[in-house]
């Protein structure tokens, strides 16, 4: 794979990346590339994708189950905000993103 | 007291017997990672404290004689499923210092049981990878040799047991996880059907496919772990509402009768020998057991590797995208923007396999590749599905190794990610089928190194699998490691 198609993949998932790790991928992923290029062996266009993954056709009692929408105690602010790296107050902090 | 083969079974006797007490067990596994933890390096962090008081509470339900089996036995858990207050890193350094401010339900019905927290163990980095290289703090080993791999992502589960330094393990399986290190390790590990399990507070890989399942000494033990997790949860959309069982009771029933089939595409190039003659000797032992086997064929087998690659690294493209260096876990330093700071975090806070993950996923998801890629993964997905549900028509089981080979020698294989994807063949259907499968020894090859046997079965057939299992099991004789 070209290194700048590996470049513009990696801004899509906001990822930098060096130039041993940009050599590294453009190698690994034609190769990786090639692997599921295999499944376009097959014609299944007729076939449908399987989105809802909690229905199997071998399954009865089997289907997406959602609790009902009342509201609960949530978690402390407090606890939420001890994982952070810079908090302030009751806040994240982020870098300024308004000139 | 002879305490080097203890089972969950003879543990819970001694226990209820008061031959010995929970924190003298306790005290037995905290002293046994002492000794060899510096070798197997299977945790991560291991909470002493915490662990001999949760001991000393197990004992006093004990005591009252309102104990469950799993009152305390001492486990360790797999490093991606959180427990409140407990250092949970998913072996990533983008993960570095995250104390979970909520416990897994997975988690909490075992410590709810009685059973003992004596740590977390390690993994490949946010469970990608097959030989637990990948984490960012350190490589485990093999117990039957230190020079290979225990296998991965939940290589320390399976090595923790397999060196005697937990009874029991929770680990996860997306692709073969908890399947493959078992295989590797000599040990035996259970996928659960999709949903039987919460996946509440398991750090998302890619979430139509994760399921956290035990990895324990033996068929039985797994069976009273996975009676202990699987509980319907409604802060997991996809548990499943089903009416109690107990897979414990399912140990030591007859299988004469039952149907085996053996998926011919499972027996094709590239399985090594050893590995071969093993599972052939298994097939003959079913039969002696008055099983029927049969070979027939499931052609869809040859794209679930590609399949499942594509689905589960579109699913971790997207799950990961929540690591950003603000909310929780390790943040670059001296970042001027916001797209800069999130940037840095996950190009310093990610490994390499982790990245190659996202990208593929990203590929697979992105605008002109979404139809070639993603989508027809996902038809892929029902074609797989269905042909095992046909194939579960005709028998009660599917049959085949775990592994194509045993583990692999340390360092060996991390530069040809495709080589590794590919030896994932015997495990990935049963993840995108979304069905039970599990791993126990077979054999041994020619250096010593444990063989797995797979045995899969129809949705929900968890108890086909476990008396399966435990039939074989009763026949084999087992080779514990001998660690130097």
Redesign the interface.
Known sequence: MEKGTIEYFAKLARLELDSRELDLLAEDMTSIIALMDTIKEIDISEINESYDFTKNNAAKNYSNSLRSDDPEVSMDAEDILKNAAIKLENAFVVPKVVE | MLLSDLTIKKANHLLKRKQISAVELTEHFLKQIDLLDDKICSYLSVNKEAALQQASAAQKAIDSDESSILCGIPVSIKDNICIKDTKTTCASRILE???P??TATAAQNLISEGAVILGKVNMDEFAMGSTTETSYYKKTSNPYDINYVPGGSSGGSAASVSAGLALGSLGSDTGGSIRQPSAFCGVTGIKPT??LVSRYGLIAFAS?LDQIGPIAGNVEDCTFLLDAICS?D?KD??????NDLSYSSYIGMDISNMKIGVPQEYFAEGLCSDVRDSVQNALKVFENLGARVEFFSIPSI??S???Y??LSSAEA?SNL?RY????????SED??????????T??EG?G?EV??R???G???L?SGYYD??Y?????????I??DF?RA?GKYDILISPTTPTTAYLSGKTLDD??SM??ADIYTVAANI??LPAISLPCGYDEKGLPIGLSIMG???GEPDIIKAAHAFEATFTKKKPVIN
Do not use: C, M, Q
């Open positions: 210092g995250f104390i401010p909520y999709y949903g139509s319907y409604n959309s996809t548990s499943i509402r089903r040859k794209f590797v590609p399949a690659y594509l493209s995208a950003d260096g603000i909310k929780y876990g390790y943040r970042s001027k923007t916001y797209l800069e700071l999130i940037g840095k996950r190009a990610f390499l990245k190659r996202i990208l593929l990203t590929y697979a992105a070639e890629y989508k027809k993964a996902l038809k892929l997905r029902t074609l599905k269905n549900n579960f990610p495709r994807y590919l089928a979304g129809r949705h929900l």
